[in-house]
C-alpha cells in the first residue's frame, strides 16, 4: 500500500453497466505491479470506432487548443477591417500548422487519458506556451493536479515518452534524457519545483482552479514537498511487456520518500506510431 494522502485510482476505472456506454476506449489489462510508492500497470487500447473518435475529439482538440484558438480567430477577424486587414487575418489563421509529430499526438493523448481515467485536472493547455515551434513547458511535460473531492487536491506532474523501440524497457525509460531520471528531479531539485508552482500560480490565479491550486501548494509545502503524484507515461505501438515498467518503477518507489507517489502507465496502441498524426484528423483536415 502506498504511504500517502493521494490514494492511487490505477489506470482504468471498473465499469458498470450504466458507465461503460461512456467509456471513451476498449482497454485491456495486462501485467501491474508495485513497490514502495510506485504502482505500475501496461495497457493496451482496441482499435475500434470510440477509439478513433477519442482521437479526432479529446485528443486532436488538446492539439490544437481548439477553444483558444476559436476565440483568437474570432476577435483577430472582429478587429479586421476591409481589404488588407481581412487579406492578413486569413494569412495568419492559415499559416497555423497542420502537421504533428507522433510524439505530440502521445502527450496529447497521455493527458487525455490521465483526464478520462484518473481525475486529473489540467490547468492550461500546454499549446498556449509554444512561442516557437519546439517550445514546451518548463521542466515537465505535464502539471496540474489530482482531484481529492471538492476543491481538495494534490499536484500530478508527469512525463510523456512515445517509443516504439522493440527493446524492454525501450531506450526512452533510462539516462539523463529517459523518463526515470527526468521524474526524479522532482523530488531532489527545489528550483524545479519553484518552477513548477509559479507556472501554476499565473495559470489559476483569479480563476475557478485557484482553491484546488493553493489545496495542493498547501499539501506540498506542509509534507516537507513530498506530497504530489508522478505520473509517468510511455506510449508504445508494441505487444505489452512486464519488462517495460518493472525495474524503472521498482528502483523509483523503493527510493521514493512518503507521500510521494508514482503511477507508470504504459499505453499500447493498435497502430503503428507513424500513423497517429493522421488518426487525428478528420475529412475536412485531408
Same mark, same amino acid.
Given at each position: 500500500?502506498?504511504?500517502?494522502?493521494?490514494?492511487?485510482?490505477?489506470?482504468?476505472?471498473?465499469?458498470?453497466?450504466?458507465?461503460?456506454?461512456?467509456?471513451?476506449?476498449?482497454?485491456?489489462?495486462?501485467?501491474? %505491479? &508495485?513497490? +514502495?510508492? !510506485?504502482?505500475?500497470k501496461?495497457c493496451s487500447?482496441? $482499435?475500434?470506432?470510440?477509439?478513433?473518435?477519442? =482521437?479526432?475529439?479529446?485528443?486532436?482538440?488538446?492539439?490544437?487548443?481548439?477553444e483558444?484558438?476559436?476565440?483568437?480567430?474570432?476577435?483577430?477577424?472582429?478587429?479586421?477591417?476591409?481589404?488588407?486587414?481581412?487579406?492578413?487575418?486569413?494569412?495568419?489563421?492559415?499559416?497555423?500548422?497542420?502537421?504533428?509529430?507522433?510524439?505530440?499526438?502521445?502527450?496529447?493523448?497521455?493527458e487525455?487519458?490521465?483526464?478520462?481515467?484518473?481525475?486529473?485536472?489540467?490547468?492550461?493547455?500546454?499549446?498556449?506556451?509554444?512561442?516557437?515551434?519546439?517550445?514546451?513547458?518548463?521542466?515537465?511535460?505535464?502539471?496540474?493536479?489530482?482531484?481529492?473531492?471538492?476543491t481538495?487536491?494534490?499536484?500530478?506532474?508527469?512525463?510523456?515518452?512515445?517509443?516504439?523501440?522493440?527493446?524492454?524497457?525501450?531506450?526512452?525509460?533510462? %539516462? &539523463?534524457? +529517459?523518463? !526515470?531520471?527526468?521524474?526524479?528531479?522532482?523530488?531532489? $531539485?527545489?528550483?524545479?519545483?519553484?518552477?513548477? =508552482?509559479?507556472?501554476?500560480?499565473?495559470?489559476?490565479?483569479?480563476?475557478?482552479?485557484?482553491?484546488?491550486?493553493?489545496?495542493?501548494?498547501?499539501?506540498?509545502?506542509?509534507?516537507?514537498?513530498?506530497?504530489?503524484?508522478?505520473?509517468?507515461?510511455?506510449?508504445?505501438?508494441?505487444?505489452?511487456?512486464?519488462?517495460?515498467?518493472?525495474?524503472?518503477?521498482?528502483?523509483?518507489g523503493?527510493?521514493?520518500?512518503?507521500?510521494?507517489?508514482?503511477?507508470?502507465?504504459?499505453?499500447?496502441?493498435?497502430?503503428?506510431?507513424?500513423?497517429?498524426?493522421?488518426?487525428?484528423?478528420?475529412?475536412?483536415?485531408?
Amino acid at each position: 500500500m502506498f504511504e500517502s494522502g493521494v490514494a492511487p485510482i490505477f489506470a482504468v476505472r471498473a465499469e458498470t453497466p450504466e458507465s461503460s456506454a461512456m467509456t471513451p476506449c476498449t482497454i485491456t489489462d495486462h501485467y501491474e %505491479g &508495485r513497490a +514502495g510508492q !510506485a504502482a505500475w500497470k501496461g495497457c493496451s487500447i482496441a $482499435d475500434d470506432p470510440d477509439f478513433r473518435a477519442f =482521437l479526432r475529439g479529446p485528443v486532436r482538440d488538446r492539439l490544437r487548443d481548439a477553444e483558444e484558438a476559436e476565440s483568437f480567430a474570432a476577435e483577430i477577424a472582429g478587429l479586421a477591417g476591409t481589404g488588407l486587414g481581412v487579406e492578413t487575418v486569413e494569412a495568419v489563421l492559415s499559416a497555423e500548422p497542420k502537421d504533428q509529430q507522433p510524439w505530440e499526438v502521445g502527450e496529447a493523448l497521455a493527458e487525455a487519458l490521465l483526464e478520462e481515467y484518473r481525475g486529473v485536472i489540467w490547468p492550461w493547455n500546454k499549446e498556449r506556451d509554444k512561442l516557437t515551434p519546439k517550445a514546451s513547458l518548463p521542466g515537465a511535460d505535464l502539471v496540474g493536479f489530482v482531484s481529492l473531492g471538492g476543491t481538495d487536491a494534490a499536484l500530478a506532474i508527469g512525463e510523456v515518452k512515445t517509443s516504439g523501440d522493440a527493446e524492454k524497457p525501450p531506450g526512452v525509460m533510462s %539516462g &539523463r534524457s +529517459g523518463m !526515470a531520471h527526468q521524474l526524479q528531479r522532482f523530488e531532489d $531539485d527545489p528550483e524545479l519545483q519553484g518552477t513548477i =508552482l509559479k507556472w501554476l500560480r499565473a495559470r489559476c490565479k483569479g480563476t475557478d482552479l485557484w482553491p484546488q491550486y493553493k489545496s495542493a501548494v498547501a499539501r506540498f509545502m506542509n509534507s516537507g514537498a513530498h506530497d504530489f503524484v508522478l505520473f509517468g507515461l510511455l506510449m508504445r505501438d508494441t505487444e505489452p511487456h512486464s519488462l517495460d515498467l518493472k525495474a524503472r518503477g521498482k528502483t523509483l518507489g523503493e527510493k521514493a520518500k512518503a507521500p510521494t507517489s508514482y503511477e507508470f502507465t504504459a499505453w499500447h496502441l493498435p497502430c503503428p506510431i507513424d500513423q497517429w498524426p493522421g488518426l487525428t484528423k478528420d475529412e475536412d483536415d485531408a
